[in-house]
């Protein structure tokens, strides 16, 4: 089993990143460690934002395994992200 | 019926927005200033707010306290094409405790969209995940 890598990006602590951030642990729980989260305030490193081209906050990539998805919209629910990122 | 108010001094701007979000079920309010938009959302409580940041008169950040002193709580999605400049008032506006989230201009009609629903969707939760 691969394990998966999780990258997002926020904007401060605004109730829709906490939001993704609770679903994420969830997830995190759920897929025995299998997966890490890697949290990033855009106003902390801007340019990680403009590298990945983060259009709006919060989104949510899957950086790994390959390929890249992305994920923006509601994050507060397991299912859309299960489903949007391709964890299943 | 969720509001939406988009303030950008630019009509270019607010007619993009209007035009992304006309065949939603939302009620749409466009202000050409801080000022305008501060004086809309205090008539009618917006459900989500796109606020730009650089306007003359009242910049975005100013704007920004304002609403959050009238409408507290409400989502604001400050819409800019680069925020580097505004990196150090924005910390501030943060430490200080005011919530926003960012989205980098220029923006695509769906990505508006995206933005929108996400926000205003959640509870109804018909709207499905944008992904690339």
Redesign the interface.
């Given at each position: 089993m691969h394990p998966i890598c999780l990258r997002l990006y926020v904007?401060?602590?605004?109730?829709?990143?906490e939001r993704a951030i609770a679903t994420l642990e969830e997830l995190r729980k759920d897929f025995d460690g299998r997966i890490s989260v890697e949290v990033i305030d855009?106003?902390d490193d801007?340019v990680a934002a403009l590298s990945d081209d983060?259009?709006?906050?919060?989104t949510v990539f899957r950086i790994a395994p390959a390929p890249v998805?992305?994920?923006?919209?509601?994050l507060?629910?397991k299912e859309?992200l299960i489903?949007?990122?391709g964890l299943a | 019926m969720k509001r939406i108010l988009i303030i950008d001094d630019d009509a270019g701007v607010r007619e993009t927005f209007l035009a992304a979000l006309a065949d939603r079920t939302y009620a749409l309010e466009a202000a050409e200033s801080g000022a305008a938009g501060l004086e809309s959302a205090q008539q009618n409580r917006p459900d989500l707010v796109f606020l730009d940041l650089k306007m003359p008169d009242m910049n975005g950040i100013e704007a920004l306290s304002h609403l959050h002193a009238i409408c507290p709580g409400v989502p604001v999605y400050i819409v800019t094409a680069f925020y580097g400049e505004f990196l150090k008032p924005l910390k501030q506006a943060q430490s200080r405790g005011i919530t926003f989230d960012l989205a980098r201009k220029p923006l695509t009609l769906a990505e508006i969209r995206a933005i929108a629903d996400g926000v205003l969707k959640r509870r109804v939760d018909t709207a499905p995940p944008h992904h690339h």
């Open positions: 904007t401060g602590q605004t109730p829709s990143a855009v106003l801007p983060v259009y709006a906050t919060p998805r992305r994920l923006f919209g509601d507060s629910r859309t489903l949007g990122l | -």
